[in-house]
C-alpha cells in the first residue's frame, strides 16, 4: 500500500508560481510511474502530467503549454510538480497518484493510490 501526502497549494496571483510535492511512502517508489491530476469544482478529474519510473519519459496535458514541470527524486520517495504563469482556470485541487501499470499515464483509471489533494487557487 502506497501512501501519497502533497504539500506546497496556497493562493497566488495569476502569473505566479508554486511548487507542489508528493511524498511517498513507498521504498519502492522508483518503481511507479508518477501522475499529477487536478479536479475543479463541478468538473471530473483530469490529466495534468505525469513521469515515468525512471523519469526518462514525461507527459504533460496541452492546457499546460510549457508552464508546468514534473520530475522526481527517487532518493526522497517525492515527485514535484513546478508551475509557472499560473492562471486563474488552473484553479483546483492538485492529486498525486502512483502506478506500476504504466501502460496509459494519462487516464485516471491507470493510477492505484491517490493522495489527498492539495488546493491550488489563482486569483486574477
Known amino acids: 500500500q502506497v501512501q501519497l501526502v502533497e504539500s506546497g497549494g496556497g493562493l497566488v496571483q495569476a502569473g505566479g508560481s508554486l511548487r507542489l510535492s508528493c511524498a511517498a511512502s513507498e521504498r519502492t517508489f522508483s518503481r511507479y510511474t508518477m501522475g499529477w491530476f487536478r479536479q475543479a469544482p463541478g468538473k471530473e478529474r483530469e490529466f495534468v502530467s505525469a513521469i515515468s519510473w525512471i523519469g526518462g519519459s514525461t507527459y504533460y496535458a496541452r492546457f499546460v503549454k510549457g508552464r508546468f514541470t514534473i520530475s522526481r527524486e527517487n532518493a526522497k520517495n517525492t515527485l514535484y510538480l513546478q508551475m509557472n504563469s499560473l492562471e486563474p482556470e488552473d484553479t483546483a485541487v492538485y492529486y498525486c497518484?502512483?502506478?506500476?501499470?504504466?501502460?496509459?499515464?494519462?487516464?485516471?483509471?491507470?493510477?492505484?493510490?491517490w493522495g489527498q489533494g492539495t488546493q491550488v487557487t489563482v486569483s486574477s
Open positions: 497518484a502512483a502506478t506500476r501499470k504504466g501502460v496509459s499515464p494519462v487516464a485516471v483509471n491507470e493510477y492505484d493510490y
